[in-house]
């Protein structure tokens, strides 16, 4: 059972690895890949990043596993300390800056509901079930997961970090309020879904990873046959729809729109399939690239990070 137990926990801990690694390999606008980088940050420092962070998927997944045969309480899997952990464990394998805050914070829940869910053969995670669990994960945060989470923030030192209307970061009283008043880290996403892609996907079940991402992700991975194609042209579809939050905090709504309109034009072009598109494309990414990385789509790609990881559970390979 031990055997079973520890090599469910490390299956999982590769899928969400292999996830980070296909999202960050993939030619996507405004992002770093492996040919474009922005200054100090490079393809690289992805890369220790995500085998940096798989101990702490597997630390997050034999919790999970541990949940589901009643052996803690879904409350006590402490997934702040494994989010705080992994991100110290990220900055001491690489010094590129903050390159997985957002994709950790999303993918870290997903790892403890994969744990809690049982696997067909071959280790396939049915997505419907994942999801009931993933909410169940997210609802369950205490104040000690958000206290965690802010010294995660610290140590990750994010750009266009902003300040907050309430509970703060960098307010030295907000750590204190939250455990006195006993404000869970759902709580505290609550409050900031409204500015943030990455907190209003967990607060709301992850609906852009699941209803849009997901599944356009799987669909053009079977029209394309190719998975550089699918990545892109699902990313530029998520920005299409949704303006980028890390762009919308490092300069404003009305740019993180305009993007949102220029991915939208790339996609009617025809995107990677067509000369056109790729033209388009090309000039896209290089409107992204100006003004020192700017308009780089951070939040973005966390959330086709996400769906990566959904698509390898349920049993994708390339």
Known sequence: MQTHRRSKAKHISKCLELAILFEVGADKPGNVNLVVGFEGT?????????????PSF?????RGIAVSRGEIHVS???????????????????????????????LSP???????????EECIFEIPKLRENLKRVVESTTPEDAVNIYEAIKIANPNGLGKAPELDINDPNSKRRILEEKISLYQIFKIAEKYDMVCSEWVNNYPITFDVAYPSLMENIRKTKELNVAIVHTFLKVLAEYPDTFIARKVDIEKAREVSSMAKEV?????LETSRGRESLRRFDHELRK????????????????ALALS???GYRP
Request: hydrophobic content about 50%.
């Open 267 to 271: 996609l009617r072009l025809g995107g």
């Open 58 to 62: 597997e630390w997050a997944a034999e």
């Open 312 to 314: 390898v559970l349920s």
């Open 76 to 106: 006590d899997v402490g997934l702040g300390h494994i989010i705080k952990d992994c991100v110290a464990d990220i900055n001491a394998w690489q010094e590129g800056g903050n390159t997985l805050l957002g994709t950790v914070i999303l």
């Open 291 to 306: 003004s020192s990385n700017l308009l780089n789509p951070g939040t973005t790609a966390d959330i086709i990070a996400a």
């Open 110 to 120: 997903i790892a403890v509901a994969a744990g809690m869910t049982p696997a067909k």
């Open 42 to 54: 490079r393809y690289e420092h992805f890369l220790a990043s995500a085998v940096a962070a798989a």
